[in-house]
């Protein structure tokens, strides 16, 4: 069974909610960064914290089959993500040792650090040692990097950019 995501407002994500609940596919870069920047993620709070259930339920699941694709270790097909043209790195920093899934920059307020498990993010999260600023501005860069060739092949994409239109007709 899958995971219900919750919005950037800590509740069931909606197509009938504003905007600024959800990180849309086509959200340009900074768009993505201010959603996450207000969304809810109160210090040392793990029980009720939208940015940390994204990161869980979408960012490290991405994060991880990344690894083992890179890794051949996918269990399904050698030739699996073959031809991808795309960014396939984990959300790990260049300099990460091995087994890091998630790593996450230093800010004025939190050491950087190469995370291997989500369990880890959360408990450094709950006894403060990881700010929001920091797992924000982390959580902001992963959905970026991950929206990017998205929003690279619409830009590209008369036929993508028709269909928008066609779907989503302006409301003037």
Not at 118 to 140: N, S
Not at 146 to 171: C, F, G, H, M, N
Request: aromatic residues 6%.
């Amino acid at each position: 069974m899958n995971v219900l995501v919750a919005g950037l407002d800590g509740l069931k994500m909606s197509s009938s909610k504003p905007p600024s609940t959800k990180i849309e596919f086509l959200d340009d870069p900074e768009t993505v960064r201010w959603k996450v920047s207000e969304a809810s993620c109160d210090e040392g709070n793990v029980s009720q914290n939208c940015v940390l259930g994204i990161l869980r339920d979408v960012l490290i699941p991405i994060s991880e089959l990344r690894l083992e694709r890179l890794q051949g270790r996918t269990g399904m097909s050698l030739a699996e993500g073959q031809g991808i043209i795309s960014d396939q790195q984990p959300f790990i920093s260049d300099n990460a040792p091995e087994g890091t899934v998630f790593t996450i920059k230093a800010n004025d307020r939190s050491v950087g650090k190469h995370y291997s498990s989500y369990d880890e993010i959360e408990q450094d999260f709950a006894q403060k040692k990881l700010q929001p600023t920091a797992l924000k501005a982390a959580v902001a860069d992963a959905f970026n990097r991950l929206l990017a060739p998205i929003r690279k092949t619409y830009a590209e994409s008369e036929e993508w950019q028709a269909v928008d239109k066609l779907a989503y007709p302006d409301s003037d």
